[in-house]
Each structure stands twice: as C-alpha cells, then as structure tokens.
C-alpha cells in the first residue's frame, strides 16, 4: 500500500514538473513575441518620424514655388483670387444617379453615411 502511494505521488510530483516547465516554455515565448512586437514599433516609429521630416522638407513654401515656377507650362495655375471663394448654398448636390461607391466593412464611418443615403429618413437628414 506505501509502494502504491509513493508511485502516485511521485506521478504527480512529474506531472506538477510536466505542466510547470509547459508553463515556462509558453511564457517564455510570449516573452520574446512581446520583445519582437516592441522591436517592430520601435521601428515604425522611427519610419513615421523620418517620413514625417521627409514630409516637412517636400511640403516647404519656397521649395514648393521652384517646383511651380520650373513647371509653370505644365501646371499653368493663376493666382488665387477672392471671387472664387463660394457658399455652402453655392455648391451643387450630388446628382441622384450618381454611382456608389462600395464600402469596406472596417468603414463604420462609411457605412453610416451609405446608410443615410439610402434612408435620408431615418438620420434626420433633409
């Protein structure tokens, strides 16, 4: 009977070992997922920071007028006057028969706004 109960315990106590070492392989791997994923973000911080400076340099005023005045032939723009400027009334709808545009399921926003387009009723619109 003690030869019985030994061998039972010693079974649990490799068993306990067994799910104990399972445990800590598994933490271990999330463990260095979790590094992998800050590695990454940190990578793609410093990516959107340098395209952000690359932007900041493209987006400059007098580089911006060289581009315009070496193209002038191909832009051919004017000078912005005051009498372009129009009201909300002025702008026209959108015709009825103009085509939809699908929307993607991760679009709540794009929903909402095909949804109300299709109801104007129903959001109050109109």
């Keep these: 009977m003690g030869r019985i109960f030994n061998l039972v315990l010693i079974l649990a106590m490799l068993a306990g070992a067994l799910v104990t070492y399972d445990m800590k392989h598994k933490a271990e791997v999330a463990a260095d997922r979790v590094a992998t994923l800050?590695?990454?973000?940190?990578?793609?911080k410093d990516q959107i920071a340098l395209l952000k400076a690359e932007w900041s340099v493209l987006?400059?005023?007098a580089r911006l007028q060289g581009v315009i005045d070496k193209y002038a032939d191909h832009f051919?723009?004017?000078p912005f006057s005051p009498t372009q400027l129009?009201?909300?009334d002025q702008i026209p709808?959108?015709?009825a028969d103009a085509?939809?545009?699908p929307v993607k399921?991760?679009?709540p926003l794009g929903?909402?706004?095909?949804e109300l387009e299709a109801n104007p009723a129903a959001g109050g619109a109109q």
């Design 38 to 44: 800050r590695s990454e973000i940190s990578k793609e």
């Design 59 to 61: 987006d400059q005023p």
């Design 76 to 78: 051919k723009l004017q």
């Design 86 to 88: 129009a009201t909300i």
């Design 93 to 95: 709808m959108r015709p």
């Design 99 to 101: 085509p939809v545009i």
């Design 105 to 107: 399921d991760s679009d």
């Design 111 to 114: 929903q909402i706004l095909t």
